[in-house]
């Protein structure tokens, strides 16, 4: 059947175009190319909210330390397990300390300072949104242009 034929069977009815994607009738999409245009929008960014700021940091300095606490377990793991820390001991009595090592005692320390670490960190990232905050003020923000791919 073509497009605006009568269909069979004697029906009046017209059929008209049919649409396709993008809004265009078949006749029409046959005739020109779609046009497709990127869609873009420029934003600027005047102002950081240093609440947000402080709860994502917070988050991501913690994983980053469980992400550092894990890759030092698998280290002692694999110095234990080569019975290096066994001979670091041994040369420590040798030089007349008295030093075990454990690695429960470590990793407490390691923890403590990392959470000491995360909640400087986070501080200093809200002092640098704050500041963000005040030069922005001054300067107008940062323009962000975004585009949609074609």
Same mark, same amino acid.
């Given at each position: ?55 994502? =940091?917070? #988050?991501?300095? *913690?994983?980053?330390? !469980?992400?550092? $606490?894990? &890759?030092?377990? %698998? ?46 960190? =986070?501080? #200093?990232?809200? *002092?640098?949104?704050? !500041?963000?905050? $005040?030069? &922005?003020?001054? %300067? ?11």
């Amino acid at each position: 059947m073509s497009i605006g034929a009568q269909p069979p069977g004697g029906d009046s009815a017209r059929v008209g175009p049919r649409p396709v994607a993008g809004g265009q009738d078949v006749a029409a999409a046959g005739t020109r190319a779609p046009s497709r245009r990127s869609r873009r929008a420029r934003v600027v960014v005047r102002k950081i909210d240093p609440w947000s700021v402080l709860k994502f =940091s917070l #988050v991501f300095y *913690f994983c980053l330390l !469980l992400i550092v $606490l894990f &890759a030092l377990a %698998v280290i002692f793991a694999i110095l234990k397990a080569f019975r290096v820390v066994q001979g670091l001991e041994e040369l420590l009595r040798s030089l007349e300390l008295d030093v075990t090592i454990s690695g429960g005692a470590l990793f407490k320390w390691f923890f403590l300072v990392g959470m000491l670490g995360t909640v400087v960190w =986070s501080a #200093v990232t809200v *002092f640098a949104a704050f !500041l963000y905050n $005040l030069i &922005a003020d001054v %300067v107008g923000g940062i323009e962000v242009s975004l585009s949609e791919p074609e």
